[in-house]
């Protein structure tokens, strides 16, 4: 409701102070910097949790390393690891309490998820159990696996920074000159929102930075 809410409070405020093309210029705007920043604050989360993730597979390595069973790994790690994983080992746990076993448990619950690696363990865990093996040994590759993706993954956020920083630029540059243009001498953008040519214009700049962000943006997002 928000997305709808913010625009149509943005666009009466500047139509109230300028004129009606700049105000659903920037009245349209407004979803997509909702969008951003819904992006940015998912891809945030998703760090966290995979962070999270290793940091339990450790704990589960270690008590397993120790001499203790799954089951009691999986305590562990609830009980030690942070949220959100914290609580999705509880929820395994609590599934397991009510009569399904440890792998089916585990199964049901992170395949809602959208994190690869914690299906990945789900389904080494089940494996296990069906075949048998050197579990520990097949966790431990799992999670030297993942902290080589992460690391690899720091390696090209900071390679592609200057890329996003152009793709940032590309995209503010234009709309803050026309804003600082507005306030300081309003004639010499005048035309833009006040002829036929200039709304061509204004149409043709918009489809080319649109096109320009979508294209950086591609660009610098490299899947590990």
């Not at 395994?92 to 914690?118: C, F, M, P, Y």
């Not at 592609?160 to 804003?179: D, F, K, N, W």
Request: with cysteine.
């Amino acid at each position: 409701m928000k997305k709808y809410i913010v625009p149509a409070a943005v666009f009466v405020i500047v139509l109230m102070l300028s004129n009606i093309t700049f105000a659903l210029l920037l009245a349209a705007s407004v979803p997509l910097i909702f969008s951003y920043l819904k992006r940015k604050k998912k891809q945030t989360a998703e760090k966290v949790f995979e962070k999270q993730f290793i940091e339990s597979l450790r704990l589960i390595l270690s008590t397993l390393r120790s001499g203790q069973t799954m089951l009691q790994s999986f305590e562990e790690a609830a009980r030690r690891s942070a949220s959100p994983v914290s609580l999705v080992y509880n929820d395994v746990l609590a599934s397991h309490r009510l009569g399904k076993s440890l792998d089916e448990a585990l199964l049901e619950t992170v395949w809602k998820l959208q994190n690869e690696d914690i299906k990945l363990f789900a389904i080494v865990v089940s494996i296990m159990k069906d075949s048998g093996g050197n579990t520990v040994s097949l966790i431990s590759n799992m999670l030297d696996s993942c902290e080589e993706r992460v690391r690899l993954s720091g390696k090209i956020e900071a390679l592609t920074a200057q890329g996003r920083l152009s793709g940032l630029v590309v995209g503010l540059l234009p709309v803050a000159l026309l804003i600082i243009f507005w306030f300081l001498d309003p004639k010499l953008i005048y035309p833009l929102f006040h002829s036929q040519g200039g709304f061509i214009l204004l149409s043709v700049a918009a489809a080319l930075e649109a096109a320009g962000i979508y294209f950086i943006a591609k660009i610098t997002n490299i899947e590990v």
